[in-house]
């Protein structure tokens, strides 16, 4: 129901655009969240879009990533900016109706994508 994309290998200082698309349900009925999974590294969540827009972003990525939706497409977006070592990870999209106190836990979304690898290496 959910179909991350945009991964790839990419040097330091680098931008990509992850995608996330809906079938079977409609995004606009949910915020859209961006977690990522380093290997021996608990999943993280890295920011979130509520259906009325509000963001939320961790703070390893406040700067640099920015999350939006276009209701449209039933897609949601991550683009990730001046990216670093530290962001290598497989990066899932999920949907869910988290809170503020809430949104990095994996257990506030009920549907989960499958994952795009992002690696940043020189």
């Known amino acids: 129901q959910l179909q991350a994309s945009g991964g790839g290998v990419v040097q330091p200082g680098g931008s990509l655009r992850l995608s996330c698309v809906a079938s079977e349900l409609t995004l606009n009925s949910y915020a859209v969240a961006w977690f990522r999974q380093a290997p021996g590294k608990e999943r993280e969540g890295v920011a979130v879009?509520?259906?009325?827009?509000?963001?939320w972003y961790s703070d390893s990525a406040k700067d640099r990533f920015r999350v939006s939706r276009d209701n449209a497409k039933n897609t949601a977006y991550l683009q990730m900016n001046n990216l670093q070592a530290d962001d290598t990870a497989i990066y899932y999209c999920?949907?869910?109706?988290?809170?503020?106190?809430?949104?990095?836990?994996?257990?506030?979304?009920?549907?989960w994508g499958q994952g795009t690898q992002v690696t940043v290496s020189s």
């Open positions: 879009i509520r259906s009325s827009g509000q963001t």
């Open positions: 999920a949907v869910g109706r988290p809170i503020l106190s809430t949104w990095r836990d994996p257990r506030t979304y009920y549907h």
